[in-house]
């Protein structure tokens, strides 16, 4: 996927949601990974040209995990022209060795949250991007339904009220295979995760599942991911949306 491909889907999903208004001051927040790299690369080309001025910082949250090495992603963000600030916590600590964490990824997402809030808010932004894509979102649909019961997905603009921070998810349109080949196409310096837990999670069960039923229905993620438009879901109905 070249950048102007990856810059079309983000443009639509911001467009369509409403992300960006003029004057925000939106933090990215960056796991390591390939979405959030890939994420870095289009709000900043966005910038260039979007009617809407805004501006960038870059946020990482360190779990404390031995061998993180968060230097590619300083070396990239410079390159990149976004301020980067990686935000040191001992989070891997007290989940791991401290409380012993049977099913560590809850409270380990809402501590690296409440972390990454903190510091949005430090830096004046009242915006925070998500790197979650298209395939994220049907996942978190699918774990919903059959971990839950219940029809239900994270949107993409989330008003945060004890915060006062908007988060926005641009990437809600670009299917994960694309942001794949875009991370091997431009070289992105992906840092891998350290966490002891990764790749064991319900998350790749259904990753898993997915693999399978998009060799059995055809179209299989686009039918899910209009259901989840047309579902009445908080934060994804639009009018234009049929």
């Not at 809030?117 to 919903?144: P, Q, R, W, Y």
């Amino acid at each position: 996927m070249k950048i102007q491909k990856l810059l079309s889907y983000v443009r639509c999903a911001v467009d369509d949601y409403n992300m960006i208004s003029e004057g925000d001051r939106i933090a990215i927040g960056v796991s390591g990974g390939k979405d959030s790299l890939a994420m870095i690369v289009a709000l900043k080309q966005l910038q260039r040209f979007y009617p809407n001025h805004f501006e960038l910082e870059a946020i990482s949250v360190s779990l404390g995990f031995d061998g993180m090495d968060f230097s590619p992603i300083t070396n990239f963000c410079r390159e990149q022209g976004v301020n980067y600030t990686v935000v040191e916590t001992d989070i891997g600590e007290i989940i791991f060795n401290e409380r012993k964490e049977k099913n560590p990824c809850s409270l380990c997402a809402n501590m690296r949250k409440g972390a990454l809030n903190d510091m949005v808010e430090k830096l004046g932004c009242n915006k925070i991007a998500l790197g979650h894509n298209k395939d994220d979102v049907i996942e978190t649909f699918l774990m919903s339904l059959f971990y839950e019961g219940r029809i239900n997905c994270f949107s993409p603009v989330t008003y945060l009220d004890r915060k006062k921070i908007t988060s926005i998810r641009p990437l809600v349109y670009v299917p994960e295979a694309e942001i794949i080949g875009f991370s091997k196409k431009y070289s992105l310096p992906v840092v891998k995760n350290k966490c002891p837990a990764d790749g064991k999670t319900k998350r790749e069960d259904i990753k898993n599942m997915m693999r399978e039923y998009r060799s059995i229905f055809s179209c299989f993620d686009n039918k899910i991911f209009g259901a989840i438009q047309r579902a009445g879901i908080n934060g994804w109905a639009k009018d234009k949306i049929k």
